[in-house]
């Protein structure tokens, strides 16, 4: 049994079950009673259909702690909570949370009607219609998106419900929701999220596998449903617009759908993320036919300490009353679309958003978007040009080889180091030993010094590069018996070896090769018995005259131990990505993330902005005090990423910012302070922007209406809700804010 049985009280008898409305991988929907207010409810209950059972009771098995089912339920608990926080007039309201039978169940208003699938089949949809649809369900989507960073993932009309009694429109099935940061990176998940065939755009599955998600995913989505009540026709696979983009066009032309709604469309429904709708709101805005250039694209996270304060602080409102400016972009202020251009500009080119700016007041927004959508154009299509390169030279590579002379793949097959093809001369073989060696020499003096690495890695790089060298010099061995008019089995008979160093090959072409006995082949035997009689014996000397190669593997070990309770250590100036500290007068070198772990503290080159650092290390992870030499500091963690999360005092080109910093971005309580003293902002950070409440100072001010403070509420970086402004001669002016522009005056006044 699957399925609770019908009449089964749950919640301490306050629903009863009347049958069953829907299952998938994941859930069981029921239709229920709430038997204390007589009203019908639709319950959801965690059920993996491929892990879990049910027994006589009504209770799930395979719910054991640390399972895939249990971690899972985990999740769809997480995600059931952050639905209940929704409220809006088109999403479905859940109104109760509660855990029975081992798992967990959430509960939701019934709404009695037919989903758009099944509404259109009955009910052809006209144009006015579908846009009102569509609007309804943008709205929501909206508040989903913009209040709280959640996704849907499988829009389609299966999911939206229409009311039989008025019409009114509801958004329901939020499976493959997920909440998500403004890195695009999902915080819940009870599922891939691949979307449903038609409605998913091609990047969903990418996406889904990396954890990445955005908001373009549902804009596409929303394309998509609209073509559906438009057309009464599923819409293509995503896979297949790839190729024909037309696919759409010519469905909808045949449907006499209006041009103004075809665009709407098609622009939602680019296979192309960057050059799709970004937004749910420029989607609507598309819609109602408003210029939706003016719409505010999603915020760019800043984390680098050199890219300075959130753009948002550049932008000047055209507000009742004159309102101060603190940026040096005047020319800016108010261009919305200068603004949207610089942020795109800025995360392609990884520039402050200031640097940004100039660029485009230096070259023009003409030059300055070509060269942003040549960089795209890069980005998108980078993948195919590498699949196209490699089957290009895969063919250029089997034609040259049918067309290649004899006595070039003689010499081909001689360079290659593993190969056993071709042959080869005594001078070869010899250089071919000689160079082996020395390299082989090389590595175990270097791994012996313990510069890098501890002695588990010098066995592991030792015998990896011993089994290389085994591997080359039998090849060039192979080569040189080819060269003699044998197998290179022969390699193998004993002393044979010493003969392929000195008997002379075959003149005469054979089955191997042609051939290589020629004066040159002479004059290299005779090189060969001088390098032979030099290199040898120095050789001999360097190795058995004091034995130091071989020694320095214990003073190594005694090096290592040493290193691991030593404290200070210094980046080397000459190399930053290495560290080195000082035992008994001799430097001891680790690259910088072989630091051992535990208290530690390191010192920064005297050019270095850092000028130290300490704490504890673990890893590549690090828990501690970093000092700057200007007098900026950071106390908290710091990952191997350079991603921090403490408290700190942070300055970069525009001011400084001292207060809470999380996953690298301003995050909690902060004050930002221009650098010249004339503007201050104090108050709540969200993910690097202004967000909650703060107050704007301008304490250097001295004219009348520029004096003062403003407290208000902010949300991405600009001034939302309610604020008041306190000038310093005693008057004040409540006002009404929205997306940074002051839209009218409450209330004027004093204040003491």
């Not at 895939?68 to 769809?76: D, V």
């Not at 101060?324 to 080119?349: C, M, T, V, W």
């Not at 700016?357 to 942003?372: C, E, P």
Request: some cysteine.
């Amino acid at each position: 049994m699957q399925q609770l049985a019908i009449g089964t009280l749950l919640r301490e008898g306050a629903y009863k079950i009347e049958r069953v409305l829907g299952q998938g991988s994941f859930g069981i929907t029921y239709l229920a009673e709430h038997v204390h207010l007589g009203k019908k409810v639709a319950i959801k209950e965690f059920f993996m259909k491929e892990v879990n059972s049910r027994g006589d009771d009504g209770s799930l098995t395979g719910m054991t702690e640390g399972s895939l089912s249990y971690n899972y339920c985990n999740k769809f608990q997480k995600e059931a909570k952050n639905l209940s926080r929704l409220e809006h007039p088109n999403i479905v309201r859940v109104t109760d949370l509660f855990s029975e039978n081992g798992t967990f169940y959430y509960v939701m208003d019934y709404v009695e009607g037919q989903n758009l699938n099944d509404y259109i089949k009955s009910n052809p949809v006209s144009p006015d219609e579908a846009v009102s649809i569509i609007k309804s369900v943008a709205d929501a989507l909206i508040y989903m998106h913009e209040q709280h960073h959640m996704l849907h993932l499988d829009l389609k009309p299966g999911n939206i419900m229409r009311r039989a009694s008025d019409g009114h429109i509801f958004l329901i099935d939020f499976g493959l929701s997920k909440h998500y940061d403004a890195n695009g990176q999902p915080e819940t998940s009870t599922n891939i999220g691949l979307g449903t065939a038609g409605y998913a755009p091609i990047e969903q599955s990418n996406q889904a596998k990396s954890g990445e998600f955005r908001p373009t995913i549902d804009v596409y989505a929303l394309g998509a449903t609209l073509y559906k009540l438009l057309t009464g026709q599923t819409p293509p696979a995503a896979s297949e617009l790839v190729s024909d983009e037309d696919l759409l066009d010519d469905e909808l032309h045949a449907k006499h759908v209006p041009e103004n709604l075809i665009k709407v469309v098609e622009d939602a429904m680019r296979p192309s993320v960057r050059k799709r709708t970004q937004t749910v709101r420029e989607f609507k805005a598309n819609l109602e036919g408003n210029n939706a250039a003016e719409i505010t694209a999603a915020n760019t996270p800043y984390n680098d300490k050199n890219q300075g304060h959130p753009s948002t602080t550049n932008v000047s409102e055209n507000t009742i009353v004159e309102a101060p400016s603190h940026s040096d972009n005047s020319d800016s202020q108010g261009d919305y679309s200068k603004i949207l251009l610089a942020r795109r500009y800025s995360e392609l080119f990884r520039v402050s958003f200031n640097e940004a700016l100039a660029y485009i007041n230096s070259h023009g927004m003409s030059a300055t978007q070509d060269k942003v959508d040549r960089a795209e154009d890069v980005l998108q299509n980078n993948e195919e040009d590498r699949s196209n390169n490699a089957r290009e030279n895969s063919t250029n590579n089997a034609r040259g080889n049918e067309n290649v002379a004899a006595e070039d793949w003689q010499v081909r097959d001689s360079f290659r180091p593993f190969s056993s093809k071709g042959r080869i001369g005594r001078l070869q073989l010899f250089l071919s030993y000689v160079a082996g060696f020395v390299a082989w020499f090389a590595v175990f003096a270097l791994m012996a010094d313990g510069i890098e690495y501890g002695l588990d890695n010098y066995i592991i790089v030792f015998l990896s590069f011993t089994a290389a060298l085994f591997l080359f010099l039998y090849a060039q061995c192979a080569k040189r018996c080819h060269d003699l008019g044998k197998s290179g089995a022969w390699m193998f008979v004993p002393f044979w070896n010493v003969l392929l160093f000195f008997a002379e090959g075959e003149s005469q072409d054979n089955q191997y090769g042609q051939g290589t006995a020629t004066q040159s082949d002479h004059n290299g035997n005779n090189i060969m018995w001088i390098i032979f009689w030099i290199v040898v014996p120095i050789g001999l000397a360097l190795l058995f005259g004091n034995g130091k190669a071989f020694g320095n593997v214990s003073q190594n070990n005694n090096l290592e131990a040493m290193a691991q309770s030593t404290t200070d250590w210094y980046v080397d100036s000459k190399s930053p990505a290495n560290v080195y500290c000082i035992i008994d007068g001799q430097r001891y070198a680790r690259t910088r993330w072989e630091v051992p772990n535990g208290q530690r503290t390191i010192h920064y080159a005297e050019d270095d902005i850092r000028e130290s650092f300490s704490g504890t290390i673990s890893g590549r992870e690090c828990n501690g005090l970093l000092k700057y030499r200007d007098g900026d500091y950071f106390n908290g963690t710091i990952s191997s990423d350079q991603i921090m999360d403490g408290h700190g005092r942070i300055t970069d080109g525009s001011g400084t910012y001292e207060g809470d910093i999380k996953n690298g971005l301003f995050n909690g309580q902060g004050t930002y302070t221009l650098s010249d003293g004339t503007w201050m902002y104090k108050g709540n950070y969200e993910d690097g922007f202004m967000s909650g409440s703060g107050t704007e100072y301008w304490p250097k001010e001295k004219r009348k209406h520029y004096a003062g403070s403003l407290e208000c509420n902010y949300r991405n970086g600009e001034r939302n809700g309610i604020g008041t402004w306190y000038f310093n001669n005693h008057t004040y002016q409540k006002c009404k804010f929205k997306n940074g522009k002051q839209i009218s005056v409450i209330e004027e006044g004093t204040w003491r």
